[in-house]
């Protein structure tokens, strides 16, 4: 396992929620330990699709520490809007989709929540957010 996978597994499995572990694990893996409370208590929101399954949350936390370390390299704005693009079409080639609920679909219960005690959907979030953390080391990487 990579050591950025290792980063936001750690936070991932301290109760993290999903946006809050790929951002905090991908900034600690780039030594930008400066403002990982910060953006931990802003992710706070975006975990479960923003509480709705709507975008995944490990998409929204991978966008946005996407946006802090691009913010430190030397690229037009059109340049960074590829590299987001980029990002999320790599995810959405793996999961066939950036919803969250479509991602969960089938640890839906009846009522419409998700069946938060089933292993099996655990590993499905703990896939997404090992992607998402992987795929901003990628892409960051290859500038």
């Not at 999961?95 to 929540?113: M, R, V």
Request: include cysteine; charged fraction near 25%.
């Amino acid at each position: 396992m990579s050591n950025i996978i290792n980063k936001a597994s750690k936070y991932w499995n301290q109760e993290s929620n999903c946006a809050q572990a790929v951002a905090c694990g991908v900034l600690e893996h780039y030594n930008q330990k400066d403002c990982l409370e910060t953006i931990h208590n802003s992710m706070l929101g975006f975990g479960g699709g923003m509480g709705e399954r709507a975008i995944c949350g490990a998409v929204t936390g991978g966008l946005a520490v996407l946006g802090i370390l691009l913010s430190k390299k030397d690229l037009d704005k059109d340049d960074k809007s590829a590299v987001f693009r980029k990002f999320k079409d790599i995810f959405n080639n793996k999961f066939k989709t950036l919803n969250c609920g479509e991602i969960l679909a089938e640890f839906i219960l009846p009522g419409g929540s998700v069946d938060k005690e089933n292993p099996e959907r655990r590993l499905t979030c703990t896939g997404a957010v090992e992607l998402a953390a992987n795929i901003v080391k990628k892409v960051i990487d290859e500038l």
